[in-house]
């Protein structure tokens, strides 16, 4: 790989990245969305894996949730970020790539089951305490309606993938002549 454009894709990790810490100081100052907009952060690693690559869109990752944990004051978000928003649509782009639509579905939910047990036992006080659940909500009806969110908001996220590339990426690429 030539110097200049090992420059450039830590360059555009770097912007990713704190577009995405941007974003994140805003959820920590908003009223109310802040789950939303912790999501949203996470487009930013995404682009970065479209953009640049794997390991670009690991180091944006990386950069984004260090810096999170390091300087927002909300620690509960920058830990939502760092744990998920942030690391899922990196590793998103690794498991789709297995192009085993079974297989990658049970890893997805693998995954998203096991940050929400996580967060169910050991980040309770931070992330359960947020949500508007009713007393005695049985564990198993957490399970199913976080996998059922979960499973639309990858839908979600498939088709800003599938927008970004055909509004950004291929058009700054045809642009660029790469």
């Given at each position: 790989?030539?110097?200049?454009?090992?420059?450039?894709?830590?360059?555009l990790?770097?912007?990713l990245?704190?577009?995405?810490?941007?974003?994140?100081?805003g959820?920590?100052l908003?009223?109310?969305?802040?789950?939303?907009?912790t999501?949203?952060?996470g487009?930013?690693?995404?682009?970065?894996?479209?953009?640049?690559g794997?390991?670009?869109?690991?180091?944006?990752y990386?950069?984004?949730a260090?810096?999170?944990?390091?300087?927002?004051?909300?620690?509960?978000?920058?830990?939502?970020f760092?744990l998920?928003?942030?690391?899922?649509?990196?590793?998103?782009?690794?498991?789709?790539?297995?192009?085993?639509?079974?297989?990658?579905?049970v890893?997805?939910?693998?995954?998203?089951?096991g940050?929400?047990t996580l967060?169910?036992a050991?980040?309770?006080?931070?992330?359960?305490?947020?949500?508007?659940?009713?007393?005695?909500?049985?564990l198993?009806?957490?399970y199913?309606?976080?996998?059922v969110?979960?499973l639309i908001?990858?839908l979600?996220?498939t088709?800003?993938?599938?927008?970004?590339?055909?509004?950004?990426?291929?058009?700054?690429?045809?642009?660029?002549g790469?």
């Amino acid at each position: 790989m030539r110097r200049d454009t090992m420059a450039g894709r830590v360059a555009l990790a770097a912007v990713l990245a704190a577009l995405a810490l941007a974003v994140l100081y805003g959820a920590c100052l908003a009223p109310s969305g802040r789950m939303g907009l912790t999501a949203v952060a996470g487009l930013f690693p995404t682009a970065a894996v479209i953009s640049g690559g794997f390991k670009v869109g690991l180091l944006c990752y990386g950069g984004a949730a260090l810096l999170a944990l390091l300087v927002l004051p909300d620690k509960g978000l920058a830990l939502l970020f760092a744990l998920f928003f942030g690391l899922y649509p990196v590793l998103k782009a690794k498991i789709e790539g297995l192009r085993r639509l079974a297989v990658e579905l049970v890893l997805k939910l693998l995954l998203f089951n096991g940050a929400l047990t996580l967060f169910g036992a050991g980040l309770r006080t931070i992330f359960l305490s947020a949500l508007p659940l009713p007393e005695g909500l049985p564990l198993w009806a957490l399970y199913l309606v976080g996998n059922v969110v979960f499973l639309i908001y990858d839908l979600g996220l498939t088709k800003l993938i599938a927008l970004y590339i055909a509004r950004v990426d291929q058009p700054l690429r045809r642009g660029r002549g790469a």
